[in-house]
């Protein structure tokens, strides 16, 4: 038993002592930052990342220090996994959309359909997390008021406690719901930023095929396939062609 304490209590000791740590750096790569050591302040917050802490403060910030040395692939890749944590935060989407000016290709995006459309704005609202919780209060909220109606003997306070606890476990069906499909959706829509200065789409998994056109690093693309050392990607204009997967970076 004193065994155990003693592990717990190192365990938290450890714990601790890592997270403050990291608040020092953080501390350090702000304070290069805004004295103009990008380079360093980007060092800083990388070392955070490699000690297994991840956050939507470090991505952006790591945005914010590659725009400032015009690396625009990194500070697109790092605003895309900021947005991934947080997909509301207007600083975030218009600091992305200030270094995507910045692009060398312009492309199109394609017409969406408007229940699509409106479901991806519903379901931005909160992350898969804050969906499926929201579901399990809802449910436990529809079966604490439906018990109140089960042991309610008057008609009216049964009718109104019937009404809310179904209109619960409806929120309840729609959160757990949009939760999923928001999960199943970034398991089979799986982004990523070219990293090559120039790089060339093929209409097939190998350099003997034709070159269909090409593209310039800091451009997202949506992946639709991998082969070995290829990957099929698709553009938001609907084009499609295959690429190798060193030349790009998954947003994950």
């Known amino acids: ?48 990342i490699k000690n297994g802490e991840h ?29 991934k944590l947080d997909s509301n935060d207007i600083d975030i989407y218009n600091n992305l959309a200030f270094t995507q000016n910045m692009l060398i290709d312009k492309i199109d995006e394609l017409p969406v359909n408007q229940l699509s459309n409106f479901f991806n704005i519903i379901s931005n609202f909160f992350s898969i997390n804050h969906w499926i919780l929201i579901g399990i209060i809802s449910l436990y909220l529809s079966l604490a008021l439906f018990l109140l109606y089960f042991f309610k003997n008057d008609t009216k306070s049964k009718k109104k406690y019937f009404t809310f606890s179904s209109i619960f476990f409806c929120m309840t069906i729609i959160s757990v719901l949009t939760g999923l499909i928001k999960h199943e959706n970034q398991k089979s829509n799986i982004e990523a930023i070219i990293f090559d200065k120039k790089i060339d789409f093929r209409t097939e998994p190998n350099y003997r095929s034709e070159v269909q056109f090409n593209l310039h690093e800091g451009t997202k693309v949506l992946i639709k396939e991998e082969l070995d050392e290829w990957v099929l990607v698709e553009l938001t204009n609907g084009s499609s062609g295959w690429l190798k997967l060193n030349s790009i970076k998954k947003i994950e």
């Open 1 to 48: 038993m004193k065994n155990y304490i003693i592990l717990i209590i190192l365990f938290f000791s450890v714990s601790s002592f890592s997270q403050s740590n990291n608040e020092i750096i953080f501390k350090k790569g702000i304070d290069n930052y805004n004295i103009g050591n990008y380079n360093e302040s980007i060092e800083n917050f990388l070392e955070i």
């Open 55 to 83: 956050s939507k403060e470090l991505y952006f910030n790591l945005g914010n220090c590659y725009y400032k040395i015009n690396d625009i692939a990194n500070s697109i890749y790092f605003y895309e996994k900021a947005l």
